[in-house]
């Protein structure tokens, strides 16, 4: 068959990069277009997305598109969940969307559960793990705090939708994005009713549902007259960056835990269908949508962000800028202390090595004292809580777990590979890199009737890329 070519939007809590892929009918190529931050605002005490500029850089990308020649087959598009975006009554953006860290929803969950639904009820509807950002509790905040864009707002969208929407003007809500806000019930597939009224809202504000592997739209007239391209069809993806990656999960059986790793880190099982009861709310395990209908069973872990934001406050000369020189100051410290990556003190610190010092204090443990210690500590305790995790779900799920894949860009990072398969005592499985941009392309591919299964998907990506694997010495 002729190559067939796929514009995968990736964007994650520090970048978005966009990929062009190629399917030959048996390997995926991918090859990097373009690259770009995802832009914090800072102001008024608050954080925002700039969406615009994230929109402005999709266009710059398929500007490049047109300069190359390529022809598309489809576009999609995958972002980090719970965060949303207002849209009035003409499609205008209303005002810039909340960015998850800003700390206007500290003491929201408690809010809620006091004031309109018990906790309990809330885990049993939605079987998802309570996390102050989730949307159900920043919309709350909103409404509480921001009366105006409250009443004004027309369309609430999801990140993804929302570029989706600014693309092809189409209001969708992509089910396994949904599926993160605390809103979506798994048992009927859809927004649920009595936890939108709980906030005031109705379904209607929120675009129809739509499943990964549809089609959504094609590109608007404006659109296609700013990029000079046709009406590419764009379609809906894994739209939560984790479905997407865990579709790229290279699994022969379903013997395995996956792992994406990077500023978070989401660690969990596939199932089949909702895992909701009194162990999983004690655990705090979520029940998110993935691809065909199946149910991705994780704990959200805090990931790298401990280690990007260390590196922020260290200056130049003081360590390495290539990253691959950082992760390697570990093998320059023998600190053997540790920290529980979830304390809520490192949810969003002013100084994150400040934020380990008081942990450490507090527990009676050595401190870190270079940025090697520091990076040591980081390592081995994210071993150490991924490892923890792995038994929680042995526990609760039937899935005999013999390994486990990593799949982001935290799957380069050897030695933190090395310190999980210490920890965990069984093989870590590390690649794709690009997982959630692959996973994406894989949807599209399946979309335009080249592949039929998941399993087909995951063949494909054995055949395509190298994995490594990394065992207990």
């Given at each position: ?10 964007l994650?809590?520090?970048?978005g990069?966009t990929i ?11 090859r990097e277009?373009?690259?770009?931050e ?6 008024n ?20 598109v ?16 719970c ?9 205008e953006l209303?005002?810039?969307?909340y960015c998850?860290?800003?700390?206007h ?14 906790k ?9 793990q309570?996390?102050p ?10 409404r509480?705090n ?12 999801f ?19 949904a ?16 936890i939108l009224g ?16 549809e ?30 990656a ?31 009861n009194e ?14 209908g199946?149910?991705r ?9 401990l ?6 406050e ?5 360590v ?15 600190c053997?202390?540790?920290i529980?990556?979830?304390?809520p ?6 100084s ?8 450490l204090s507090?527990?009676?443990?050595q401190?870190?004292?270079?940025p ?17 995790v ?29 310190f999980?398969?210490?920890?965990l ?18 949807v599209?591919?399946?979309?335009a ?10 063949a494909?990506?054995?055949r395509s890329?190298?994995?490594?694997t990394?065992?207990?010495?």
């Amino acid at each position: 068959m002729l190559p067939t070519y796929y514009f995968s939007i990736d964007l994650g809590a520090t970048s978005g990069r966009t990929i062009i892929a190629r399917y030959d009918g048996g390997r995926v190529e991918m090859r990097e277009l373009t690259r770009f931050e995802t832009t914090q605002i800072h102001r008024n005490g608050h954080i925002f997305w700039d969406l615009p500029k994230l929109y402005d850089d999709i266009l710059l990308a398929l500007h490049k598109v047109k300069a190359e020649g390529i022809c598309l087959t489809s576009i999609g598009i995958d972002t980090w969940g719970c965060d949303v975006a207002f849209f009035d009554k003409d499609g205008e953006l209303i005002g810039l969307p909340y960015c998850y860290r800003d700390p206007h929803t500290d003491g929201a969950m408690e809010r809620y559960f006091a004031e309109c639904m018990p906790k309990e009820e809330l885990y049993e509807r939605t079987g998802i793990q309570f996390m102050p950002f989730n949307t159900l509790f920043q919309l709350d905040t909103i409404r509480r705090n921001d009366k105006d864009a409250w009443l004004r707002a027309d369309k609430i969208l999801f990140m993804p939708d929302a570029l989706i929407y600014m693309l092809t003007g189409e209001s969708i809500c992509e089910r396994t994005d949904a599926s993160t806000s605390q809103m979506f019930n798994p048992r009927t597939g859809d927004l649920d009713a009595k936890i939108l009224g709980s906030i005031g809202l109705e379904r209607a504000r929120f675009g129809r549902l739509v499943s990964p592997g549809e089609q959504v739209g094609v590109l608007s007239r404006k659109v296609q007259e700013q990029t000079g391209l046709g009406p590419v069809p764009v379609v809906a993806v894994g739209s939560h960056d984790t479905a997407s990656a865990v579709a790229s999960v290279p699994a022969k059986d379903g013997n395995y835990a996956y792992l994406s790793c990077g500023t978070w880190s989401l660690l969990g099982i596939e199932s089949p269908t909702p895992i909701i009861n009194e162990a999983s709310l004690a655990h705090n395990f979520t029940n998110e949508g993935g691809l065909d209908g199946t149910v991705r069973f994780l704990k959200n872990i805090t990931g790298l962000w401990l280690l990007e934001q260390c590196k922020k406050e260290w200056m130049d000369g003081q360590v390495p800028a290539n990253v691959n020189e950082l992760n390697a100051l570990c093998l320059h410290s023998q600190c053997q202390s540790l920290i529980n990556p979830d304390d809520p003190r490192f949810a969003h610190p002013d100084s994150m090595t400040a934020a380990i010092d008081s942990y450490l204090s507090e527990t009676g443990q050595q401190p870190a004292q270079t940025p090697a210690d520091y990076v040591r500590v980081i390592f081995r305790s994210l071993a150490k809580r991924y490892a923890e995790v792995v038994e929680m779900l042995r526990t609760i799920t039937p899935v005999d777990i013999q390994r486990l894949h990593v799949i982001g860009g935290g799957s380069q990072n050897p030695y933190l590979m090395q310190f999980a398969a210490e920890a965990l005592r069984i093989p870590v499985i590390a690649g794709p890199k690009e997982g959630t941009a692959l996973g994406n392309a894989l949807v599209q591919i399946r979309a335009a009737g080249l592949v039929n299964s998941l399993e087909e998907m995951r063949a494909i990506v054995g055949r395509s890329i190298e994995l490594k694997t990394y065992q207990l010495k």
